[in-house]
């Protein structure tokens, strides 16, 4: 396979490859840092019996992916508060980077199921996202996982059971989850206490993911009193030049938060029978660094 058409094979399979790295890392520059090393052992190779380059190219991307998630792993164990996943905008209205159009994550799963599949196994969570993310077929998975198939199903199963069990149950209008997104940050940005309350459900949840790189929550603040009032204490003390950008994130509504003209956070609510059942807010600003394209 000659050097062009050796690079026109991998482009042409990058948008899976940079899908199946960002599901398995929860990390967009971790995802296109594996595609990158996924380019450099495909162009260093011998492809000359390589039948089928999309499958040979997962099978290397998903081996990477699976190296370098146990590595993550044990870096999150010294971690500073709660971990989220890296947020991603999707098109909806704007004009998306190119790095999440490759990554074609309208249709990605959510920032919710992300933190689910944080509890995986590295092995079940490279069967999860091939099967459940991108439909291969179990005998598929078994030759890039170098297992057999009964393992894979086996792990399918199991991964597919505790994802199951362990994935909250939102609503997932796109319209109501919208309108819900704008009332309440109309509310939290006013800092409207009654109105916060009657938006969120009793038992809400609010995760803040700093890294210990900005001020927010080192735990998980649950109740809809302590969230409400901690998100009208911050409205309190506004940045200078705060502005709020409503925008899809990971295929949901969600908040780009701009302070002097630079992303301070982003903001997405979960919604279960109407109400805010969970507010996930991004601060770490190694997480934001995708969302500078939408600050011009």
């Known amino acids: 396979m000659a050097g062009d058409t050796a690079t026109e094979a991998f482009e042409a399979h990058r948008s899976v490859l940079t899908g199946v790295a960002y599901r398995m890392l929860g990390r967009f520059a971790d995802a296109e840092d594996v595609v990158q090393d996924a380019?450099?052992?495909w162009s260093a190779e011998d492809r000359s019996d390589v039948r089928e380059p999309r499958g040979y190219l997962v099978r290397i991307t998903t081996r990477l992916a699976i190296d370098r998630l146990r590595q993550a792993q044990s870096r999150r164990e010294s971690y500073v508060g709660p971990w989220l996943p890296e947020p991603v905008a999707t098109r909806s209205g704007h004009t998306a980077p190119d790095s999440a159009e490759r990554a074609e994550l309208a249709e990605s799963v959510s920032l919710a199921v992300l933190v689910v599949l944080e509890s995986l196994s590295p092995l079940e969570r490279a069967v999860f996202v091939l099967r459940e993310a991108f439909g291969f077929p179990h005998g598929e998975i078994a030759t890039t996982l170098d297992r057999s198939e009964a393992a894979v199903r086996q792990l399918a199963r199991r991964a597919r059971r505790h994802v199951d069990e362990r994935r909250p149950r939102y609503d997932v209008d796109p319209a109501a989850r919208r309108d819900l997104t704008e009332r309440f940050l109309a509310a939290a940005s006013g800092g409207d206490l009654d109105a916060l309350l009657?938006?969120?459900?009793?038992d809400v949840r609010l995760v803040?993911?700093?890294?210990?790189?900005?001020?927010?929550?080192?735990?998980?603040?649950?109740?809809a009193g302590k969230v409400g009032r901690f998100l009208c204490a911050v409205a309190q003390r506004p940045l200078p030049g705060t502005e709020f950008r409503v925008l899809d994130v990971n295929g949901a509504p969600g908040v780009l938060v701009l302070a002097g003209g630079k992303p301070d956070s982003v903001v997405q609510i979960e919604v279960r029978g109407g109400r805010v059942a969970c507010v996930h807010i991004v601060r770490n600003?190694?997480?934001?660094?995708?969302?500078?394209?939408?600050?011009?």
């Open 39 to 41: 380019w450099v052992r």
């Open 198 to 202: 009657r938006l969120l459900a009793p």
């Open 208 to 223: 803040g993911d700093s890294g210990g790189k900005a001020k927010a929550p080192l735990r998980v603040l649950r109740s």
């Open 285 to 296: 600003p190694d997480k934001l660094t995708a969302f500078t394209a939408f600050t011009a």
